[in-house]
């Protein structure tokens, strides 16, 4: 097996090893390293470095199935473990699933501390757009709007990070900007973000949006409902996505998506630290 970078010269074979949002190439803020075997890609790990907390989550582990077992994935973490020491990273972090067959136990032989999250909690896109809680508020003009962080201002930008520094480690730089949905109210005052969601979401396999965020700058519950059903009737407007799963969030917002429609429990969530000092 052989040990190499990826980059844009090739990237489009190991693409198919990478999961989650990433970039169209290695930045500032990601590395990636590759595993070949018979002059074929099989392994491939992806790191993201947060510059403001210096932790460093890998985002993406993944070999194809007839060549686990043979170290591949051990040798990208271990690549993407030296960068990050090199970029004098305190912390090297890393989420799974109890549906992530042999991560668990790859991390545990990798040296992470595991620490259990909780059970996230999946809601079919159809039961939620049925709900006659749903429906009422959709029938209401609450004046909403869903974009992307990317596509606001500066001064609402920074304003949002300034807020964010209350919720680390989750931080808010140019990196992420457009991976972040803003759900807003459309009157609100130009650097006034009390009336505002914002969800960190993306998509998995392409059969569900997955919610790993969420933070609502408003004690105004009508208002996060608002913001909220006009985030899901934009996941609804995907005829590829059939669920959205959240993972444990804050329990107040827990038990208001809960009161929407009924769940079923998810999977288990948990998350490995590596010291790196």
């Known amino acids: 097996m052989e040990l190499t970078g990826i980059d844009n010269t090739n990237r489009e074979y190991f693409k198919p090893l990478m999961f989650g949002e990433h970039s169209d190439g290695p930045s500032a803020n990601i590395i990636e390293a590759g595993v070949i075997e018979g002059g074929s890609p099989v392994s491939a790990a992806v790191l993201e470095v947060d510059w403001k907390t210096k932790n460093a989550i890998i985002t993406s582990v993944y070999t194809l199935e007839k060549h686990r077992g043979k170290g591949a994935a051990r040798m990208a973490v271990e690549a993407l473990i030296k960068a990050a020491k090199a970029l004098k990273m305190n912390t090297l972090t890393c989420y799974g699933t109890s549906g992530m067959n042999g991560l668990y136990e790859f991390l545990h032989a990798m040296g992470f501390d595991l620490f259990l999250d909780g059970d996230e909690e999946v809601y079919s896109v159809s039961d939620l757009m049925s709900s006659e809680r749903v429906k009422r508020f959709l029938t209401k003009d609450y004046n ?100 959205i799963s959240f993972l444990p969030v804050n329990p107040q917002i827990e038990q208001f998506i809960g009161s929407m429609a009924y769940h079923t429990k998810g999977q288990s969530v948990y998350h490995g630290v590596l010291q790196l000092k």
């Open 144 to 243: 909403t709007d869903v974009s992307k962080l990317g596509e606001l201002n500066e001064p609402q930008k920074d304003d949002i990070r300034k807020k964010l520094d209350t919720y680390p480690p989750i931080g808010i730089d140019e990196s992420t900007d457009n991976e972040l949905s803003m759900a807003v109210m459309n009157e609100m005052v130009t650097t006034d973000l009390t009336k505002a969601v914002l969800i960190t979401s993306r998509e998995e396999e392409d059969v569900s949006a997955s919610v790993d965020f969420v933070a609502a700058f408003t004690s105004n519950l009508m208002d996060v409902a608002a913001l909220f059903v006009k985030f899901f009737k934009g996941v609804s407007e995907n005829p590829d996505l059939k669920t």
